[in-house]
């Protein structure tokens, strides 16, 4: 009697050693998934952060290229800007002095982004026909 009240211990140890073995795994599998989709939420929004600061860089390029219009009065010609820790590059074109077109890059790590402004007319006042975006030029 004493053999069967042991060999039935030892059986619910081994059930209630399995269940916890079962529970921690199963923890640890949420926190693992947990951590990774954090690393990856972090990825994702200093990629955005990079986006949105290439993005001003471009702008500003884009504003350079306006004022040396402004002062010079000429619609063709190209710079850079260095920034912080990025750079913009832009080019002014024109075509007989008009259908002046600027386009701008900026430029932060591995993020680049473009911008295309087109100039209505330049007298009496620079007047912009658009400011966009785009992909590529």
């Known amino acids: 009697m004493n053999i069967f009240v042991f060999s039935k211990k030892i059986?619910?140890?081994?059930?209630?050693l399995i269940s916890v073995l079962l529970?921690?795994?199963?923890?640890?599998a949420i926190m693992i998934s947990v951590i990774a989709s954090g690393i990856?939420?972090?990825?994702t929004d200093f990629a955005l952060q990079q986006?949105?600061?290439?993005?001003?860089?471009?702008?500003?390029?884009?504003?350079?290229?306006l004022q040396?219009?402004?002062?010079?009065?000429?619609?063709?010609?190209s710079g850079n800007l260095t920034i912080a820790s990025g750079t913009c590059l832009y080019t002014t074109?024109?075509?007989?002095?008009?259908n002046i077109t600027i386009?701008?890059?900026?430029?932060?790590?591995?993020?680049?982004?473009?911008?295309?402004?087109?100039?209505?007319?330049t007298s009496p006042g620079i007047s912009l026909s658009s400011w966009e975006e785009v992909s590529d030029f």
């Open 11 to 16: 059986r619910e140890g081994y059930i209630a």
């Open 93 to 98: 074109t024109s075509v007989n002095g008009q």
């Open 23 to 28: 529970i921690a795994s199963i923890g640890a």
């Open 40 to 43: 990856t939420a972090s990825k």
């Open 103 to 121: 386009q701008s890059t900026g430029i932060l790590g591995t993020i680049t982004s473009k911008i295309r402004v087109i100039i209505a007319t």
């Open 68 to 77: 040396k219009i402004l002062e010079t009065g000429s619609t063709t010609g």
């Open 51 to 65: 986006s949105g600061s290439a993005r001003a860089l471009a702008s500003s390029c884009a504003e350079e290229a």
